[in-house]
């Protein structure tokens, strides 16, 4: 079975960076929308950015100037650019592609100190 596997997070500074990038671990055809989501401690998961098949993107407001999504398409890899990063983006980081159906990744941990 196809897996979504994530990398990039980690503990950093306020203010610091974070790339993360999520791949699947085998063929995923028909790939509509790719995304990213998070859960941050005590809290409900919550969408954070999404890519489309034609490059559209969306954000949640809460990063909307900070967070940076792209899509290799090619290899069907999905990126997170986070700059700026609040002490309030800590969270576990899912990665999700729709593709006739959801995708998850199994979570990466990002923690931003103050």
């Known amino acids: 079975q196809v897996q979504l596997v994530e990398s990039g997070g980690g503990l950093v500074q306020a203010g610091g960076s974070l790339r993360l990038s999520c791949a699947p671990s085998g063929s995923i055809f028909s790939i509509n929308v790719m995304g990213w989501y998070r859960q941050p401690p005590g809290k409900e998961r919550e969408f954070v950015a999404s890519?489309?098949?034609?490059?559209?993107?969306n954000y949640a407001d809460s990063v909307k100037g900070r967070f940076t999504i792209s899509r290799d398409s090619a290899k069907n890899t999905v990126y997170l650019q986070m700059d700026s990063l609040k002490p309030e983006d800590t969270a576990v980081y899912y990665c999700n592609i729709f593709a006739l159906r959801n995708f998850w990744g199994q979570g990466t941990q990002v923690t931003v100190s103050s």
């Open positions: 890519i489309s098949s034609r490059g559209s993107t």
